[in-house]
């Protein structure tokens, strides 16, 4: 069974730095590809930033050029480092692998920007 264990999260101002990691382990996981997806109240869940294959990244919108995803295959582990952070930045952060098609999520991390 896949699973994926996040940290990092925590209480940061406006233009504040925080950097989130998921580590994975398990039957079935592979680091090949993975991503991270956020989820703020009220709202749905909505794609952060995937990497896959051999560092291909994918980025949402809101986040280009102030986010980075990165990999340590070595480490089965992923990162997410946040930079110039925003108050609508605020979200529980998953991690997400694909096993066989399927999203395998972690349990989250809160990051909330707020001075």
């Known amino acids: 069974q896949v699973r994926l264990v996040e940290s990092g999260g925590g209480l940061v101002q406006p233009g504040g730095s925080l950097r989130l990691s998921c580590a994975g382990s398990?039957?079935?996981?592979?680091?090949?590809?993975m991503g991270w997806y956020r989820q703020s109240l009220g709202a749905e869940r909505e794609l952060v930033a995937t990497?896959?294959?051999?560092?291909?990244?994918n980025y949402a919108d809101s986040v280009k050029d102030r986010f980075t995803i990165s990999r340590n295959r070595a480490h089965n582990t992923i990162y997410l480092q946040m930079n110039s952070l925003k108050p609508e930045d605020t979200a529980v952060y998953y991690c997400?692998?694909?096993?066989?098609?399927?999203?395998?999520w972690g349990q989250g991390t809160q990051v909330t920007v707020s001075s």
């Open positions: 997400v692998t694909w096993v066989a098609g399927r999203p395998q």
């Open positions: 398990g039957r079935g996981f592979s680091s090949t590809a």
């Open positions: 990497i896959v294959g051999g560092g291909t990244t």
